[in-house]
């Protein structure tokens, strides 16, 4: 549930309000803030302050177009949050290319702790021909194990399909030494008719196996995904996707999983 105001052509401000599972505490499903803050957009610039949307895979997760099945691949596997405390700015000197930076707090819209720690962002965006979209990403937050992410994605849409690819790393997960991980993400989408589309997606996570350990340190998480199905709305703002998703773990001593859903998305 949002609320949208426009002070001025270029001063607008947001608020909306998410019901979902806190991730933090015993509590199910609670109410939070996703968003809450100003925007100021002119021209080629733009900057926004409070409560905001992070630009760490906004266009991946837009490509991709199945958010209310699964989430894409640094949001899913907890690279960075999608929203966070902070302010960002974004500048394109021309239509084919843009530029972003942020200063966040770190810590997710979900748990707001007051520390010396904050994540730098900067982003390259870059459209060289319709369609086609590649992007550059780097993060860091200073503590004594500096966490770093490190992102490269490119992705390719027209009317009738449109196909994604992204490579993911990132330094010392939680700001612990020697706690990498890494992946890469495949995924795609046809569409046959009108209302009617098919799509799929290949996920593949990876932990280092750091000096002593017999394990990587991740190894309960890591594995590869999965996913396909086909999405049909027979009216607009309802959608309609049966998903079939395969998770081969890592970890061998775990068996392969799969399951078969009925997802719906209700938009207005």
């Not at 490509?63 to 209310?68: S, V």
């Not at 990132?170 to 009108?194: C, K, P, R, T, W």
Request: a positive charge; glycine letters at 10%.
């Amino acid at each position: 549930l949002g609320y949208e105001y426009f002070f001025t052509e270029s001063l607008s401000s947001r608020v909306n309000i998410d019901v979902g599972d806190p991730g933090v505490g015993k509590l199910q499903m609670t109410a939070f803030i996703k968003n809450a803050y100003l925007l100021y957009k002119k021209n080629n610039f733009s900057a926004r302050f409070g409560m905001i949307g992070v630009d760490q895979f906004n266009i991946q997760e837009k490509l991709w177009g199945y958010r209310y099945i699964y989430k894409s691949f640094q949001d899913a596997y907890n690279f960075g949050p999608s929203a966070d405390l902070g302010a960002a700015i974004e500048y394109s000197p021309a239509s084919f290319i843009s530029f972003d930076a942020s200063i966040l707090n770190g810590e997710g819209y979900k748990k707001l702790q007051a520390d010396s720690t904050f994540k730098q962002t900067i982003g390259l965006t870059i459209k060289p021909i319709k369609g086609l979209v590649i992007r550059g990403y780097y993060d860091r937050m200073n503590n004594r194990f500096n966490q770093q992410s490190f992102s490269i994605f490119a992705g390719y849409s027209q009317k009738m399909f449109r196909i994604g690819a992204e490579y993911n790393k990132q330094l010392n997960n939680g700001m612990i030494d020697l706690h990498d991980m890494s992946g890469v993400s495949f995924y795609g989408a046809v569409n046959i008719a009108e209302k009617f589309s098919i799509f799929g997606r290949y996920d593949n996570l990876k932990s280092t196996l750091n000096t002593g350990e017999t394990l990587p340190w991740n190894i309960k998480k890591d594995g590869q995904l999965f996913m396909a199905g086909f999405d049909y709305s027979p009216v607009k703002g309802i959608k309609i996707a049966p998903t079939y998703s395969g998770w081969a773990p890592e970890d061998d001593t775990l068996p392969f999983t799969s399951i078969v859903a009925l997802n719906f998305e209700i938009r207005f």
